[in-house]
């Protein structure tokens, strides 16, 4: 341990003298802190819209007076859905899994997106929040600042007199990578602290804000290795550099954009559109007889002697129809869900796309939120239609609605729970190529020892 202590020491010694290691802090630290804050502001911009937009759609709906609860009931409510703090760190598909949804009758609507976010698909690549844009331009820093931290040692000929001299090899590829992670780790260091800081004042938990640094700095440290096992195989620095280039550039880049396609194709699910136009004929077409009975005897055995047969009616409706919906939303929703599983996997060849998986998952930002969106807009849907036609059902031969009960309406939508959050499997990937990358340095100190 004390060798490689000695090796770690002198190599770090040599990134302070070389200016590598106040680069990599300069141009991680602007960048990445300006992201944090950036992304911090747009945050609060954007939570403050939503929040006021919620409360003005809850005020119309206390503004309704004396309307009548059938024309009411098919007004609809517009529920618009919260912004987590974790975009501060990581956008990761936040953008493509609906901001909003319209709530009506009969009826399961799709979320909507804002239109900057449904531009085109390849925007879902380009790195968003703290954590992608760590991922992205610290290991392509590390690449080119040390693709010559083992290999330019060979080709001086140094590496062959120590090692003749009584060096380890062993020593030397751990106290190299040990510095390699560690300059990581600095320069990414600010950024991490910084966008963690932001989130966690802004509401996120503080266990999820540690899970997210854990993983891109693990993340981190596994390429700064890989980038120490690359340099100790090559002949030349040169070959070194256009072999990381190329390995940053594969999982950094390309997986991560071939990566859907291919589950896609792996795992085909039906048009979203072609299931919601099955539900809304299901929907139109229910038997609901044995429903209102059961509604009727509810409503009996509450104390409301004589309900409201229209009330009833509507009530037994919406019933019918969330059951229709679920049975006929679940092959898709099990796809989506399927599908999510194997991105996780598929995230598994690239340590830079199972970290930025695992990160969407620690702050609640994963693909898995478009259908537990969907989910839990389906759920205050029928919490606020019931609300509604239970008040109907009450009101007797009163058809016409009053403030308290429009209250009712808005109280069921805002006590509606969100579903739990489905853990995902990406951080099994980092934790296999943290082995990876240490078996990789143990092959490398082989190498090392039998071509010098």
């Keep these: 341990m004390s060798k490689v202590l000695t090796v770690f020491r002198h190599e770090w010694a040599y990134f302070t003298r070389s200016g590598?290691?106040?680069?990599?802090?300069?141009?991680?630290?602007?960048v990445g802190a300006g992201v944090a804050v950036v992304e911090h502001r747009a945050w609060q911009t954007e939570q403050r819209a939503r929040a006021a937009l919620q409360a003005?759609?809850?005020?119309?709906?206390?503004?309704?007076?004396?309307?009548?609860?059938?024309?009411?009931?098919?007004r609809g409510y517009f529920v618009v859905r919260d912004l987590p703090p974790g975009v501060i760190l990581d956008r990761g598909v936040w953008d493509f899994a609906g901001s909003s949804i319209w709530l009506e009758a009969h009826r399961r609507n799709a979320p909507q997106l804002r239109g900057a976010d449904a531009a085109a698909v390849i925007a879902r690549g380009a790195p968003r929040g703290v954590g992608p844009v760590l991922?992205?331009?610290?290991?392509?820093?590390?690449?080119?600042?040390?693709?010559?931290?083992?290999?330019?040692?060979?080709?001086?000929?140094?590496?062959?007199?120590?090692?003749?001299?009584?060096?380890?090899?062993?020593?030397?590829?751990?106290g190299k990578a040990l510095a390699a992670v560690l300059l990581a780790w600095a320069a990414a260091g600010v950024p991490v602290v910084l966008g963690a800081g932001l989130a966690v004042r802004s509401g996120m938990p503080s266990v999820d804000a540690l899970a997210w640094a854990g993983g891109v700095l693990a993340a981190l440290g596994v390429f700064a290795s890989i980038v120490v096992v690359v340099s100790a195989l090559a002949r030349r620095p040169l070959g070194a550099l256009v072999a990381l280039l190329l390995i940053w550039f594969a999982m950094a880049v390309l997986w991560p954009r071939l990566a859907p396609g291919l589950v896609?194709?792996?795992?085909?699910?039906?048009?979203?559109?072609?299931?919601?136009?099955?539900?809304?004929?299901?929907?139109?077409?229910?038997?609901?007889?044995?429903?209102?009975?059961?509604?009727?005897?509810?409503?009996?055995?509450?104390?409301?002697?004589?309900?409201?047969?229209?009330?009833?009616?509507?009530?037994?409706?919406?019933?019918?129809?969330?059951?229709?919906?679920?049975?006929?939303f679940a092959p898709l929703e099990a796809g989506m869900a399927r599908q999510a599983a194997l991105l996780d996997l598929a995230s598994w060849l690239s340590p830079l796309a199972a970290a930025d998986r695992a990160a969407d998952a620690a702050v609640g930002l994963s693909d898995r939120d478009q259908f537990a969106?969907?989910?839990?807009?389906?759920?205050?849907?029928?919490?606020?239609?019931?609300?509604?036609?239970?008040?109907?059902?009450?009101?007797?031969?009163?058809?016409?609605?009053?403030?308290?009960?429009?209250?009712?309406?808005?109280?069921?939508?805002?006590?509606?729970?969100?579903?739990?959050?489905?853990?995902?499997?990406a951080h099994w990937g980092l934790l296999l190529w943290i082995g990876v990358a240490i078996l990789g340095l143990l092959g490398a100190s082989r190498a090392v020892r039998t071509s010098t």
């Design 135 to 174: 991922l992205w331009l610290v290991p392509l820093l590390l690449a080119v600042l040390l693709h010559g931290v083992v290999a330019r040692d060979r080709a001086s000929g140094s590496l062959a007199f120590a090692i003749s001299s009584g060096a380890a090899p062993g020593a030397l590829v751990f």
């Design 264 to 328: 896609e194709q792996v795992s085909p699910i039906p048009s979203s559109q072609t299931v919601r136009s099955e539900a809304e004929v299901a929907a139109e077409e229910l038997v609901t007889d044995a429903t209102r009975e059961q509604v009727r005897s509810r409503l009996v055995q509450a104390g409301v002697d004589a309900p409201n047969p229209a009330g009833v009616s509507a009530m037994a409706a919406e019933i019918d129809a969330a059951d229709a919906f679920a049975r006929i």
């Design 373 to 425: 969106f969907e989910a839990q807009a389906e759920a205050m849907r029928l919490a606020t239609q019931t609300a509604l036609n239970e008040g109907w059902a009450r009101a007797g031969e009163d058809d016409f609605g009053h403030p308290a009960l429009w209250q009712d309406v808005v109280d069921a939508a805002a006590a509606t729970p969100a579903p739990q959050r489905t853990p995902g499997r």
């Design 56 to 74: 003005q759609e809850a005020e119309q709906w206390l503004a309704l007076g004396r309307a009548h609860i059938h024309k009411a009931a098919h």
């Design 20 to 30: 590598a290691l106040a680069l990599t802090v300069l141009i991680v630290g602007i």
